[in-house]
């Protein structure tokens, strides 16, 4: 509660963005697979990766009985 946190480093779909949040982190940068899509397709790739990251996050929070991405917390995770 005193300090924010942000996630960079080995984020790569919308599950990893997720587990992050759940964790506490505040924002999830996502580097690589953002390159992965400029290199495939330039500007559409870029685009493409950001959607292919933001239905994952969509489709995990569904399956979690989540609706909203301010509802998560560590108590969605298992160890």
Known sequence: DR??????????????????????????????PFLYGLGA?????????LEIIRKELDTTLALCGRRDIGDVGKDMLYR
Not at 41 to 49: C, I, L, P
């Open 41 to 49: 397709g330039g500007k559409a790739g870029v685009t493409r990766a």
């Open 3 to 32: 300090i924010e946190v942000h996630m960079d480093g080995g984020v790569r779909s919308g599950q990893d963005v997720l587990r992050a949040l759940c964790l506490g982190a505040r924002g999830v940068y996502i580097g690589r």
